[in-house]
């Protein structure tokens, strides 16, 4: 979460409301829940803010494998009533070979979400099968020159009736 205070800081100074939930995880720092799990838990709080604020319709905003979850809360998990956009920051939409680092530093062992990231995993398999609800726009922001989620991985592909659009920095 705190990768994110930059950013949040510029939104709220552009009069944005900004909403941002700490996954938690291992050591309280590194994510140890899969991506569906994540995707409900976030759910479960968006539910709750909009009852509480009166809040119509958001947008989502998600770096790494935090992109991934906010792809599947709206894919997956009921964020379509309520998304309008998901922008995603370096994530990877085809899973990313660098999963394989924490394979060698003994994450794999602890880690849900980090199986979920290989490519072809199911869950990307998923992902990819699955089309994107046509009422939300889906943003792939990535780099040429991010070694831990090669632009391979970040690009998406639209389908028919999707927004989906990529952006190089």
């Known amino acids: 979460r705190r990768v994110m205070e930059t950013m949040e800081a510029r939104l ?4 944005f409301r900004v909403v941002s939930f700490h996954l938690g995880g ?3 720092n590194f994510n140890t829940r899969g ?7 976030i759910d479960g709080k968006v539910r709750r803010l909009r009852e509480r604020y009166g809040i119509d319709e958001l947008h989502v905003i998600g770096h790494s494998m935090g992109g991934i979850v906010a792809r599947y809360l709206v894919q997956s998990a009921g964020g379509a009533e309520y ?8 994530s990877p939409h085809h899973g990313t070979p660098t ?3 924490g394979a060698g530093v003994g994450l794999l062992l602890v880690s849900r979400g980090l199986w979920q990231l290989f ?3 199911p869950l990307i398999r998923t992902l990819k099968d699955e089309s994107f609800p046509a009422e939300c726009r889906l943003v792939s922001v990535y780099s040429a ?9 970040s690009v998406l592909t639209p389908r028919d009736g999707e ?3 990529n952006v190089l920095v």
Do not use: E, H, K
């Open 83 to 90: 998304a309008r956009t998901v922008i995603t920051l370096g």
């Open 26 to 28: 291992f050591l309280n």
């Open 145 to 153: 020159r991010d070694l831990v989620c090669p632009w391979r991985s």
């Open 35 to 41: 991506v569906p799990q994540l995707a409900r838990l």
């Open 163 to 165: 927004s989906v659009r």
């Open 12 to 15: 709220r100074a552009d009069g």
């Open 119 to 121: 490519p072809m995993s």
């Open 99 to 101: 999963a394989a680092i």
